[in-house]
């Protein structure tokens, strides 16, 4: 079926950390080339959180021009799952779309250290969705 909704979102609430590490982890490690990942919050921040920026670019990835983005419901109607990152109630439930609870710490003011164990913890988590769903 053409329009078959495939994508996948991360969403947590600034749009500003976890969700854009676990879309970006998940582009970069998915198999398939009719499936990407997307991300979005519910109360986007004004930038990605300059640790993150940082954390993420030891992994080769440039987040320095990336905006967060506004969860809404149209969004979210455009993805077959929705993988949410503490956004708790406030992330949108839409009908026909999965939605798989991931509670991952924000990396938001925390020490460089910490920020990275997040960051491999979503990593990990990355590579074993995409392995179970066969991404």
Known sequence: MADEKKDIMFACVHNAGRSQMA???????KHRD???GISAGTNPASEVHPVVRSIMAEKDFDLSNVQ???LTPEL???VSTIITMGCG???????G???VDWQITDPKNKETEEARAIR???????IAFI???QL
Request: hydrophobic share 35%.
């Open 34 to 36: 009719d499936v990407r």
């Open 76 to 78: 979210a109607g455009t």
């Open 89 to 95: 109630e406030t992330c949108p439930h839409v009908s």
């Open 120 to 126: 491999d913890d979503i990593e990990s988590r990355i």
């Open 68 to 70: 967060p983005v506004l």
């Open 97 to 99: 779309v999965e939605i």
């Open 23 to 29: 879309a970006a982890f998940f582009n970069r490690h």
């Open 131 to 133: 392995s179970e769903n």
